[in-house]
T-cell receptor, first 115, second 111 residues
Framework: DTGVSQDPRHKITKRGQNVTFRCDPI?????LYWYRQTLGQGPEFLTY????????KSRLLSDRFSAERPKGSFSTLEIQRTEQGDSAMYLC?????????????FGQGTRLTVV | GQQLNQSPQSMFIQEGEDVSMNCTSS?????WLWYKQEPGEGPVLLIA?????ELTSNGRLTAQFGITRKDSFLNISASIPSDVGIYFC???????????FGPGTSLSVIP
């Protein structure tokens, strides 16, 4: 399968713990996006990378959140000191160079539950 | 918060009926996208629109890029049970901007 891969698919953690999610984009896609989706809502933009450079971060991304994309390949999203409000689906997407017809493909997401 | 509005919020229709849903924004977008999401999965792109007034089809799905650049419409003809899911509109304000999603329209098809 050569689609966007996210790991783990599900994560249950206790409040206050740190969690890290991984995203492997489609090979040679240079843009990688992270979105958060809560129940009944559309995906909300968190951040995106072009190659290894993080180009934009949403105000939703508090100082407890950090994302990296070393070497411009896979990316990780870490949440420190998790809170119950962090419970959501975290979606990763990747795309080739932006132009018509090169829209982003999404992974299946990582569902986080903070108890 | 969300900058796109979708209506209706949910729809229950009989199999075989046609479906119409729309998406509006207070801002101008230069790209409109329609995605479908099924439970436990990520959104899947259905149709992409790049020019005002553009009408694009993908099988039984047809979408239009509104002339004002502030709205888009999705129609599904002759609905079938596998059309069930949440349909999201999404857009970009510029070619290099991030994609913003609407809150979704939930579609249920009664066999």
């Amino acid at each position: 399968d050569t689609g966007v891969s996210q790991d783990p698919r599900h994560k249950i953690t206790k409040r206050g713990q740190n969690v890290t999610f991984r995203c492997d984009p489609i090979s040679e896609h240079n843009r990688l996006y992270w979105y958060r989706q809560t129940l009944g809502q559309g995906p909300e933009f968190l951040t995106y990378f072009q190659n290894e450079a993080q180009l934009e971060k949403s105000r939703l991304l508090s100082d407890r959140f950090s994302a990296e994309r070393p070497k411009g390949s896979f990316s990780t999203l870490e949440i420190q000191r998790t809170e119950q409000g962090d419970s959501a689906m975290y979606l990763c997407a990747s795309s080739a160079k932006i132009r018509e017809g090169t829209e982003a493909f999404f992974g299946q997401g990582t569902r986080l539950t903070v108890v | 918060g969300q900058q796109l509005n979708q209506s209706p919020q949910s729809m229950f229709i009989q199999e075989g009926e046609d479906v119409s849903m729309n998406c509006t924004s207070s801002s101008i977008f230069n790209t409109w996208l329609w995605y479908k999401q099924e439970p436990g999965e990520g959104p899947v792109l259905l149709i992409a629109l790049y020019k005002a007034g553009e009408l694009t089809s993908n099988g039984r799905l047809t979408a239009q890029f509104g002339i004002t650049r502030k709205d888009s419409f999705l129609n599904i003809s002759a609905s079938i049970p596998s059309d069930v899911g949440i349909y999201f509109c999404a857009g970009r304000k510029t070619s290099y901007d991030k994609v913003i999603f609407g809150p979704g329209t939930s579609l249920s098809v009664i066999p």
